[in-house]
């Protein structure tokens, strides 16, 4: 009996190994690094920010104009805004950089699952960067961050006290073809499906890694995530400043300058009632060994 245990065994672990070869080990991410807008008129979304308590960490320039601004979430996250310099410029959403703490590792994984991504450089900013054509030609951006950078030099400043949000929770791409997108952050990138969702029907996909944090795939509109302690609270800060929002379960809605729509989430919340919600699973039947009674 204990050698027909043993040969079970053995075919087990030889099994699960082969049935795991179709699903792609995740290169594994830190976490969203930054979020980029074009804007139509930066002094505008600065100031759109600022009303969420938000600060400007730091500008790039050129001929003495802004061409980046850095609007800081937490030492680790930042939106950027890039203003308009031409009319053929299109307004709204840009790209999404994710960071890695060993760029170059990251950079052979993508290129070993027979992706394309652009060689790690330094950036102007002082932080390593590779780009990657996503679905849909979308841009992604990957950083590591290093030392005597923009960012890593203004750690522990520009943390407003009354900033609405101190994490990108995620972001919701719009896609025309949703279904391949997943399978392309899934089966390409290593991306990975929630227990959960935010929104009735829509399961986000988490980034590999730890942070938690959440990419979801739509067919309608984009919208950033911002992570909220207390909605009722975040609600109260908005009325304070005049902005208006729109409520839908644990989520609070306000608009940018641009349209742009900056989801308030409250994450636990969130997550508490959906699991609240999920159907118990069934009993899975007692297993025994041959000769087990």
């Known amino acids: 009996m204990t050698n027909l245990r043993s040969c079970l065994l053995a075919i087990l672990f030889c099994l699960f190994p082969a049935l795991g070869i179709a699903q792609i080990q995740p290169a594994n991410l ?8 074009r804007v139509s008129d930066l002094t505008r979304s600065r100031i759109f920010y600022q009303k969420l308590g938000f600060q400007q960490a730091f500008v790039n320039t050129k001929d003495g104009k802004t061409t980046e601004s850095f609007i800081k979430v937490n030492d680790r996250q930042f939106i950027e805004l890039y203003p308009q310099q031409d009319p053929s410029q299109p307004i709204g959403f840009m790209h999404i950089c994710f960071e890695a703490t060993d760029l170059e590792a990251l950079n052979r994984a993508y290129l070993g699952r027979s992706l394309t991504p652009t060689p790690v450089k330094r950036a102007g900013a002082g932080n390593l960067l590779f780009t990657l054509t996503g679905p849909e030609d979308q841009n992604i951006e990957y950083t590591q961050y290093m030392p005597g950078s923009l960012h ?13 949000s101190k994490e990108i929770a995620g972001i919701s791409l719009s896609m025309e073809d949703p279904v391949a997108a997943r399978a392309f952050y899934q089966q390409k990138l290593g991306f990975h499906e929630a227990l959960h969702a935010l929104d009735a029907g829509l399961i986000p996909l988490l980034l590999p890694g730890s942070s938690n944090e959440m990419v979801e795939i739509t067919p309608n ?6 992570s909220v302690p207390s909605l009722r609270h975040a609600a109260s800060q908005l009325t304070d400043k005049n902005l208006q929002a ?16 900056i989801v308030l989430v409250d994450i636990d ?17 007692k297993l025994s060994w041959p000769g087990q009674s």
């Open 30 to 37: 830190a976490g969203i690094a930054h979020v980029a807008f």
């Open 269 to 285: 919340a969130a997550m508490g009632r959906r699991l609240l919600q999920m159907p118990k699973l069934p009993k899975l039947p």
């Open 221 to 226: 509109v984009f919208q950033l995530l911002l």
């Open 152 to 164: 890593t030099k203004d750690q522990g400043l520009h943390l407003g006290e009354d900033r609405i």
């Open 246 to 261: 729109e409520k839908k379960g644990n989520m609070l809605t306000v608009k940018d300058p641009d349209g742009n729509r």
